[in-house]
C-alpha cells in the first residue's frame, strides 16, 4: 500500500496543473474524494489500477450517500440552468437504479456490480465539485464549463444504462470464487462460460476504454473456446459489438470485424447480425478501412451475402462499387472474398441490372485473366454465369468485353496438381465457364464468334471430364455450336470428337448428357468419315438401347448408320471388282513391256501369279509372269528386293546399337561391330536404290524419246502422258543423287577412305540428303483441272 500523505500531494499536484491559477478555491469535497480513493491505489506489473478494497455495500452506501450532496449541490447553481435541470433529473434516477442493483442475490459478489458504482461515485463526486465550482463562479470561460457539464451528462447516462444492463444481461447471476478450488470438469466448465459471459457484458458496459480492454479479452477467449463464446452470446451482445464498428478508435474497429467475422463464419449469428444493423459499418470498412479491417470485412460480406434478402440489402447500402474495387485492387484473400461476395449477389436476378452498371462485367472478365487465387477465377466465371443467365443484354456485353476469349483461356488452363480438393474447385468452375459459353451462344452470330475463338477444340476436350456435370455442360455446349455449318466442320475436324461423343451415348441413367450426344452425333452424321468412327465405335449397340428409352433423335440416327452398314457391304465388294481390275491393267502393262502379247487368263489378282497366253509364230503357249520378267524389269525387281531386305537390316541392327549407347547392352566391343555391320547395309542398300533408280531413268528416258517422235508435229508439253513421264524423271533424278550421297555418307561414316571422306565433307553430304529427304516428304501440287 503506498503513502497516504504522498498520493494526496501527488494527485493535488497533478489536479492544480490542471486548473486555472485564477479565481481558484480549493474545494473541501475534492479532497475527501481523495482520501477516499487513496487506499486503492497499488501498483501491479508497473502500471497503477485501482484496487477495491471495500465491499459493494460499502460502495452502495457511499453511493446513496453523494447523491442527496449532488442533488443539493445542484440545486444550488444559478447559472446554466437548462443544463443543470437536465442533470439534476437524471441525478434524481440513480437512487432507483441502485436499488434495483442492489436488490438482486448475487449483488456482493459479483465484481462488475463493484466496479459500476465505483463508477457511479466517481461520476457524483464529479457532479458536485462542478455544481461548486458553479455555485462559486470559479470556473474557468463559459464554454468550458458548458463542455463539462455536457460531458457529465453523458456519464450520467451512461451509468444509468449500465446499472439497468447489469440487470438484464443476467451476468450478476454467473459467480465465480476465484479462491475455489473444484474437482469436477462440469464446474470450471461453468465458471468458464461465468467469465466469458461477464466479457461480453463489458462490451455493454462502461466507457469505451474498458470495452476495449474486454474486446481484447474476448479475441484472445475466441482463439482458444470460441465454442464456448458463441454459447454465450445474446441478441444484446451482438448489438454491442455492432456499435462497436463504429467506434472513433481504428484498433476497436479491427478487432471488432475480427470477432463479428468468426460469429458470421460460425453461420449461428447471421440474422441477429442482419437485424442489428452490421452492413452498413462492414461497408464503410470494406470502403475505408486498413488492410486487415478490409480483408475481414469482405469475409463476413461473403458470408452473410448467401442470403438472398442479405444479398439485396448489400446493394441498396452501396456495398457493390467498394466489392469491385478490392477485386480490382485488394490482395489475394480479399480479392477472392470480395468475387465470391459478388457472385453470391448476383444469384439474385433482380439486382443484375445495377451490378452491370457498376461495370462488374468488365472486372469479372479481368479478373479471369489476372486473378491471384485459383479461387478468386472460379468466383468470376461463376459470377459471370449468373450475369448471363436469361439476360441478352449482358450476354452481348460479356461478348463486347472479350469476355469470350477469357472463359477460353481459362477453360484451356490446366488443373493444378497440389491437392485433390482444388483440382475439384477448379473443374467445376471450368464447367461455370462452359456454362457461360453456352448460353452466351443464344444467336447465330455469338455461335459464329465463340467458333472462331478457338472454343470446340476445348470443349471436346472437357468431354473427357470425370465429372457427369461438366461432361454435360461441355455436350451442351458443342450441341449449341454445332447448329452452325462452320463449327460443325470444326468438330468433325477433331479426331476425339465422335469417339468421346460415342461415349456419351451410355444409356445408365447416371449419364445425363445422351440427349446433347445424340443431337450433336446427328448433326455430324452427314460425314461418311464420321459415319464410319461412329459404327466402329458401337455406336448402334448405344442408340439401340436409347431408342427402346425414346430419347429424341435416337430412332432417326440408327437408321441412317444401319442403312450406311448396308451400303458399306456393297461397297466394300465394288471396291474388290475394282482392285482386280486394276491388277488385270498393271499385269497387261508388264506383258506389253516385256515384248509379250497375249489375254489374261482372268485368275485372281497378283501380278506374279496370273498366267497369259501369247502367240509366237503359229504356236500359242501359256507362261507365267516370272517367265515374261527376264529382261530389265526382272533386274530391276531383284535389286528392289535387295535394297528392302538391306534396308530392314540396317534399322533391325540400328536399334541393337541404340540399345548399346544408352547402356542397356553392356558389350561396347559388340556394339561397335554391330554398328559398323548396320552402316555397311544402309552403304549396301544406298548402292541398290542407286542402280534401281539408273535402270528405271533408262526405261523413262527411252519412252520419253519414243513418245516425243509420236508428238513431233505437236507441243509436247501439253500431252498429259508426256508430263507425267517428265516428272517421274525429275523424281527419278532426285531419288537417285540422294542415293549417290548417301553412299558418300556412309564411306566416310565407315572411314573406307579417310582422306578423301574427311568428317567435314560427310557432313555436307548428310545435310544435303536430309533436305532432299525433306523435299520428298513435301506433298505434290494438285493438278489444275483443264476445262
Not at 460531458?151 to 470464487?177: H, M, P, Q
Not at 461465468?194 to 474476448?218: M, P, S, V, W
Not at 559388340?670 to 552403304?683: A, D, H, K, T, Y
Request: glycine share 6%; with cysteine.
Amino acid at each position: 500500500m503506498v503513502d497516504k500523505v504522498g498520493v494526496l500531494k501527488m494527485w493535488t499536484s497533478d489536479w492544480l496543473q490542471q486548473r486555472p491559477r485564477k479565481k481558484f478555491e480549493f474545494c473541501p469535497a475534492l479532497v475527501i474524494n481523495l482520501i477516499q480513493h487513496i487506499e486503492i491505489m497499488v501498483e501491479d506489473s508497473g502500471h497503477d489500477v485501482l484496487v477495491d478494497t471495500q465491499s459493494a455495500e460499502e460502495w452502495f452506501l457511499h453511493a446513496q450517500e453523494l447523491v442527496p450532496m449532488a442533488l443539493e449541490k445542484a440545486r444550488e447553481v444559478k447559472g446554466f440552468p437548462g443544463r443543470w435541470k437536465m442533470i439534476i433529473s437524471k441525478l434524481e434516477q440513480i437512487p432507483s437504479r441502485l436499488s434495483d442493483l442492489s436488490s438482486h442475490p448475487c449483488f456482493s459478489k459479483n465484481a462488475l456490480c463493484k466496479e459500476q458504482l465505483q463508477i457511479v461515485s466517481k461520476t457524483l463526486n464529479e457532479a458536485i465539485e462542478l455544481a461548486e465550482l458553479c455555485v462559486k463562479e470559479t470556473y474557468w470561460g463559459k464554454l468550458r464549463m458548458q463542455s463539462d457539464l455536457d460531458a457529465l451528462s453523458g456519464k450520467l447516462d451512461l451509468n444509468l444504462r449500465d446499472c439497468g444492463l447489469l440487470i438484464k444481461t443476467r451476468v450478476l447471476g454467473e459467480v465465480t470464487f476465484p479462491s475455489a478450488v473444484t474437482s469436477s470438469s462440469a464446474e470450471p466448465e461453468a465458471a468458464a462460460h461465468g467469465n466469458i459471459r461477464e466479457l461480453l457484458a463489458r462490451l455493454q458496459i462502461g466507457h469505451l476504454t474498458a470495452k476495449h480492454r474486454a474486446l481484447d479479452n474476448i479475441v484472445e477467449v475466441m482463439k482458444e473456446d470460441e465454442k464456448n463464446v458463441l454459447a454465450a452470446l445474446g441478441r444484446s451482445n451482438i448489438a454491442a459489438l455492432v456499435q462497436l464498428l463504429t467506434a472513433t478508435s481504428p484498433q476497436i474497429r479491427e478487432k471488432t470485424v475480427t470477432v463479428i467475422c468468426s460469429l458470421a463464419e460460425s453461420g449461428s449469428c447471421e440474422n441477429w447480425l442482419v437485424s442489428e444493423g452490421v452492413l452498413p459499418p462492414l461497408i464503410r470498412l470494406v470502403e475505408s478501412g486498413n488492410t486487415e479491417s478490409k480483408e475481414k470485412a469482405t469475409i463476413s460480406l461473403q458470408r452473410l451475402s448467401m442470403l438472398a434478402e442479405t444479398a439485396r440489402s448489400i446493394v441498396g447500402h452501396g456495398g457493390v462499387r467498394p466489392l469491385i474495387e478490392i477485386c480490382s485492387t485488394g490482395d489475394s484473400v480479399s480479392q477472392a472474398a470480395a468475387a465470391c461476395t459478388l457472385k453470391n449477389i448476383s444469384a439474385v436476378p433482380e439486382v443484375r441490372q445495377t451490378l452491370a452498371e457498376e461495370g462488374i462485367v468488365k472486372v469479372m472478365i479481368n479478373l479471369l485473366d489476372c486473378g491471384i487465387l485459383l479461387g478468386s477465377k472460379e468466383y468470376a466465371a461463376e459470377c459471370l454465369q449468373n450475369l448471363t443467365s436469361n439476360n441478352d443484354n449482358l450476354r452481348r456485353s460479356v461478348v463486347s468485353e472479350g469476355g469470350i476469349r477469357s472463359l477460353l483461356t481459362y477453360l484451356d488452363g490446366p488443373l493444378p496438381q497440389e491437392s485433390a480438393c482444388w483440382g475439384i474447385e477448379e473443374l467445376g468452375a471450368q464447367q461455370a465457364a462452359a456454362s457461360t459459353i453456352c448460353r452466351v451462344c443464344s444467336s447465330t452470330e455469338m455461335k459464329k464468334l465463340v467458333g472462331e475463338a478457338g472454343c470446340i477444340p476445348l470443349l471436346v476436350k472437357m468431354l473427357e471430364a470425370k465429372t457427369n456435370s461438366a461432361r454435360e455442360v461441355a455436350v451442351q455446349a458443342i450441341s449449341s455450336l454445332v447448329i452452325l455449318s462452320q463449327n460443325c466442320r470444326g468438330v468433325k475436324r477433331d479426331d476425339k470428337s465422335v469417339p468421346n461423343l460415342v461415349q456419351l451415348l451410355d444409356p445408365s441413367p447416371q449419364n445425363t448428357a445422351k440427349k446433347y450426344a445424340v443431337s450433336c452425333l446427328a448433326s455430324l452424321s452427314s460425314s461418311k468419315k464420321c459415319k464410319r468412327l461412329m459404327i466402329s465405335y458401337g455406336a448402334i449397340g448405344y442408340l439401340k438401347k436409347l431408342s427402346e428409352m425414346d430419347i429424341p433423335g435416337a430412332k432417326k440416327l440408327l437408321k441412317r448408320l444401319s442403312r450406311d452398314t448396308a451400303d458399306s457391304k456393297k461397297l466394300k465388294a465394288l471396291k474388290f471388282e475394282r482392285e482386280r481390275e486394276r491388277d488385270r491393267k498393271r499385269n497387261r502393262q508388264i506383258k506389253k513391256s516385256c515384248g509379250f502379247r497375249g489375254k489374261s487368263s482372268g485368275t485372281p489378282p497378283g501380278p506374279f501369279r496370273i498366267k497369259y497366253e501369247y502367240t509366237r509364230g503359229n504356236q500359242s503357249r501359256t507362261c507365267s509372269c516370272v517367265r515374261l520378267l527376264k529382261g530389265l524389269l526382272f533386274h530391276l525387281f531383284c535389286w528392289e528386293s535387295r535394297k528392302m531386305a538391306l534396308l530392314s537390316t540396317f534399322l533391325f541392327l540400328d536399334q541393337i546399337v541404340w540399345l548399346g549407347r544408352t547402356g542397356i547392352y553392356k558389350n561396347k566391343e559388340r556394339v561397335e561391330l554391330i554398328g559398323r555391320i548396320s552402316l555397311f547395309c544402309w552403304m549396301g542398300s544406298s548402292i541398290c536404290t542407286t542402280l534401281v533408280e539408273l535402270g528405271e531413268g533408262g526405261r523413262l528416258s527411252a519412252s520419253m524419246k519414243k513418245l516425243e517422235k509420236d508428238l513431233k508435229n505437236s507441243d509436247k508439253y501439253k500431252d498429259e502422258q508426256y508430263r507425267s513421264k517428265l516428272q517421274k524423271s525429275n523424281e527419278r533424278s532426285l531419288a537417285l543423287i540422294k542415293s549417290v550421297m548417301d553412299i558418300v555418307v556412309a564411306v566416310g561414316l565407315l572411314q573406307l577412305a579417310p582422306k578423301k571422306v574427311t568428317p567435314r565433307v560427310t557432313g555436307a553430304f548428310g545435310f544435303v540428303s536430309s533436305l532432299i529427304s525433306c523435299y520428298q516428304l513435301l506433298p505434290s501440287p494438285q493438278k489444275s483441272k483443264t476445262p
